[in-house]
C-alpha cells in the first residue's frame, strides 16, 4: 500500500478523500469522532507545505443537493478541530467554479468541497466525474476507510487519475484489521452480535475456521435457537437462515457459543414487563431484548485468557438502558484483557455500544468503517484499498 512516506506533497495542492458522514440534527453536528480521526492526516500535510482541498459524502441524497445533506455544518466543526480556517465550497464538487476556488489555495490553505454525492455520477463510479475530481489537486490522498469499500468516483476513480496515497487512518485501520487475520494470537475469540445472521453471514463463515471461540448475541441468536427447535417467542430471527444455522452448528458446535438465557420483554419498548427466561423457552407473546445473567457470565469466562479479540455488534437492544446490561458487560469484560490482548471493536453499533459502556479508552482499536471492516473480514478485497497499491 501506498503511503504518505511514499508521496510527494509539499507545496502542492491535495486532494483528500475523507469521511465526515457524521450525524447532523438541526444544523448541529452530534458526533465528531469522523472529524478528529482524520486531523493526524491533515496535520502531517500540512506540516508537510500542502495546501488541501477535502472531500466527503454525507448521507443519501437521491436527486442532487439537498439541504439536509449539506456538509456546511461539518466546516465548523473542522475548523475547531484543526485550528486553523476552513474555506467551505457550495458548489457542486466536479464544477468549474469549485476548480477556480482551489486553484486559489496557499499552501497550509483547507477548503472542504460540498457533499460528492450532491454529483449524479458520483456512486457510478463515472469517468468523466472522476477526471473532472482529479483536476482538484495535484496529489490525492484516500483516507476515508469507511468509503473504501466502495467503487465510486471519489475514491477509487480519482485514484487512477493522481500520484495517491492512503492516509494514516486508512493505513492504521487496513493494518489493524489484517491482525486479526495475520497468525492472530490466541486463544481468539470472536463476538457477533447484531439482529440478522444474513448480515454478517459472511463474516461468520471467514473466521469460524480461524477462531477458538465465536460468542453469538442479539437478535441473530434467535435463528440459531430456532434452528435447534428451540422456543423463542416473538423474537426477531430469519426463517430462510435456519438451515444455514443447523449447518454451522453441526460443523463448528464446539467453537459456537449461543445465550442459555435471554431477558425476555412483553414488548418492544424501553419500559416494557420483563423476565429471565431460558434462551431455548421464550413464552409467546415474549421477545428476548437482552442476554441473561448466565449468559453474561458464560461468555465473560469464554473471554476470560483471550490474546484476540473481534467484537462486532451489540448483545440487546443497549439503546434501551433496560436492555444494555449485556452489553457493557462484555464490553467491561473485553476492556478488563488489558494491553496483553489485542482487542478491536468492529464499528457500527459496535462504536457506539463501547463508547456508551464508558470502555472506549481500554481497547486496542476502535474501526471507523461498518461496512468496510466487515467486508476486509469477509475476505473481500476492498476497492479503495487496491486502488492504493
Do not use: C
Not at 102 to 128: M, S, T
Not at 241 to 247: D, G, M, P, T, Y
Request: glycine share 10%; charged share 25%.
Amino acid at each position: 500500500m501506498q503511503t504518505l512516506d511514499q508521496l510527494e506533497f509539499q507545496n502542492k495542492r491535495v486532494l483528500v478523500r475523507v469521511d465526515y458522514n457524521v450525524p447532523v440534527q438541526g444544523g448541529v453536528v452530534q458526533d465528531d469522532t469522523r472529524v478528529t480521526a482524520s486531523l493526524p492526516t491533515l496535520r502531517r500535510l500540512l506540516d508537510g507545505g500542502a495546501s488541501l482541498v477535502l472531500m466527503s459524502h454525507f448521507g443519501r441524497p437521491k436527486s442532487g443537493p439537498e439541504e439536509k445533506y449539506s456538509l456546511r455544518p461539518v466546516a465548523a466543526v473542522l475548523e475547531g478541530a484543526l485550528g486553523r480556517s476552513v474555506r467551505f465550497i457550495p458548489s457542486l464538487p466536479g464544477s468549474d467554479e469549485t476548480l477556480a476556488a482551489v486553484q486559489a489555495l496557499e499552501p497550509g490553505e483547507v477548503a472542504l468541497l460540498e457533499n460528492v454525492r450532491f454529483e449524479p455520477g458520483e456512486e457510478k463510479n463515472d469517468p468523466e466525474l472522476a477526471a473532472r475530481f482529479a483536476r482538484l489537486g495535484e496529489a490525492f490522498v484516500l483516507d476515508a476507510f469507511g468509503s473504501a469499500h466502495r467503487a465510486h468516483a471519489s475514491v477509487s476513480g480519482v485514484a487512477a487519475r493522481l500520484p495517491h496515497a492512503a492516509g494514516l487512518l486508512l493505513q492504521r485501520e487496513f493494518e489493524a484489521l489484517s491482525r486479526l487475520f495475520e497468525h492472530p494470537e490466541r486463544p481468539y475469540v470472536v463476538i457477533i452480535g447484531g439482529a440478522k445472521v444474513s448480515d454478517k453471514i459472511k463474516v461468520i463463515e471467514n473466521l469460524l475456521p480461524r477462531v477458538d471461540r465465536m460468542l453469538i448475541g442479539g437478535g441473530m441468536a434467535y435463528t440459531f435457537i430456532k434452528s435447534q427447535g428451540g422456543q423463542i417467542g416473538d423474537s426477531i430471527h430469519e426463517d430462510d437462515q435456519l438451515e444455514l444455522a443447523r449447518r454451522l452448528l453441526a460443523e463448528y458446535g464446539d467453537r459456537l457459543l449461543l445465550p442459555v438465557d435471554v431477558i425476555a420483554a412483553d414488548r418492544f419498548a424501553e419500559d416494557a414487563q420483563t423476565q429471565v427466561v431460558p434462551a431455548d423457552e421464550i413464552p409467546d407473546g415474549w421477545q428476548g431484548l437482552d442476554a441473561g445473567p448466565q449468559t453474561v457470565q458464560a461468555y465473560t469466562e469464554a473471554l476470560r485468557g483471550a490474546r484476540t479479540v473481534f467484537w462486532n455488534g451489540p448483545l440487546g437492544v443497549f439503546e434501551f438502558p433496560a436492555f444494555a446490561g449485556g452489553t457493557n458487560a462484555i464490553a467491561r469484560a473485553v476492556a478488563e484483557l488489558g494491553e496483553e490482548a489485542y482487542t478491536v471493536i468492529g464499528g457500527g453499533d459496535s462504536v457506539s455500544a463501547i463508547h456508551q459502556s464508558g470502555q472506549a479508552e481500554r481497547v486496542s482499536h476502535i474501526s471507523t468503517g461498518g461496512g468496510a471492516s466487515l467486508e476486509l473480514l469477509e475476505g473481500r478485497e476492498l476497492p479503495g484499498v487496491e486502488a492504493m497499491r
